[in-house]
Antibody, heavy 120, light 110 residues
Framework: QLQLQESGPGVVRPSETLSLTCAVS??????????WGWIRQPPGKGLVWIGS???????YYNPSLKSRVTISVDTSKNQFSLKLSSVTAADTAVYYC????????????WGQGTLVTVSS | QSVLTQPPSASGTPGQRVTISCSGS????????VDWYQQLPGTAPKLLIY???QRPSGVPDRFSGSKSGTSASLAIRGLQSEDEADYYC???????????FGGGTKLTVL
């Protein structure tokens, strides 16, 4: 059974870079059938799509975050990563990684999420 | 302000049928499939409906989805207390070239 696990610092200082990794187990990240994505949820608010990446490295980003976001994939470690630069308090959120169906675009498997707080 | 518009809240009594709407535009719902996610308190979202009206394995047939034009709906019949959760619609947006979510609807079982 596929499992995704987010990891990274729980606190990031303002203006610094948020870095998270999603380890994938029970399935291969280089499957041609899936993208791998990041979604975030500010406290008490709704879901926000951050971006998705294919195993080849081809990525799509939310236009509102695109200038600050980089998603990368490491097939040798079966994991993918998120970097968000120049963070502010508005970037405080639970960050989820998830698997996205290649052709139908839905997220069919999610990690448990990790809370990242931007604070000095 | 979310690209897809949902009512912030909905409610019903056990056994009742409730619907949750999701409104978009020609660049998302009008041309792409709609998915629905259920988020129980304190947990990660779970895929409930995909491709407008398909249920993943394990999702009860009490849940159903439909789409017409630039709007979609999630229907829950035979409402149960464990259905109390937040529900989100989602779709790909051709103009943004990215995914978009609705703002979410909090369902209360009275």
């Amino acid at each position: 059974q596929l499992q995704l696990q987010e990891s990274g610092p729980g606190v990031v200082r303002p203006s610094e870079t948020l870095s998270l990794t999603c380890a994938v187990s029970g399935g291969s990240i280089d499957s041609i059938n899936y993208f791998w994505g990041w979604i975030r949820q500010p406290p008490g608010k709704g879901l926000v799509w951050i971006g998705s990446i294919y195993y080849s490295g081809s990525a799509y980003y939310n236009p509102s975050l695109k200038s600050r976001v980089t998603i990368s994939v490491d097939t040798s470690k079966n994991q993918f990563s998120l970097k968000l630069s120049s963070v502010t308090a508005a970037d405080t959120a639970v960050y989820y990684c998830a698997r996205r169906d290649f052709s139908e675009a839905h997220f069919d498997s999610w990690g448990q999420g990790t809370l990242v707080t931007v604070s000095s | 302000q979310s690209v897809l518009t949902q009512p912030p809240s909905a409610s019903g009594t056990p056994g009742q049928r409730v619907t949750i709407s999701c409104s978009g535009s020609s660049s998302n719902i009008g041309s792409q499939a709609v998915d629905w996610y259920q988020q129980l308190p304190g947990t990660a979202p779970k895929l409930l409906i995909y491709s407008n009206n398909q249920r993943p394995s394990g999702v009860p047939d009490r849940f159903s989805g439909s789409k017409s034009g630039t709007s979609a709906s999630l229907a829950i019949r035979g409402l149960q207390s464990e259905d109390e959760a937040d529900y989100y619609c989602a779709a790909w947006d051709d103009s943004l070239n990215g995914g978009v979510f609705g703002g979410g609807t909090k369902l209360t079982v009275l």
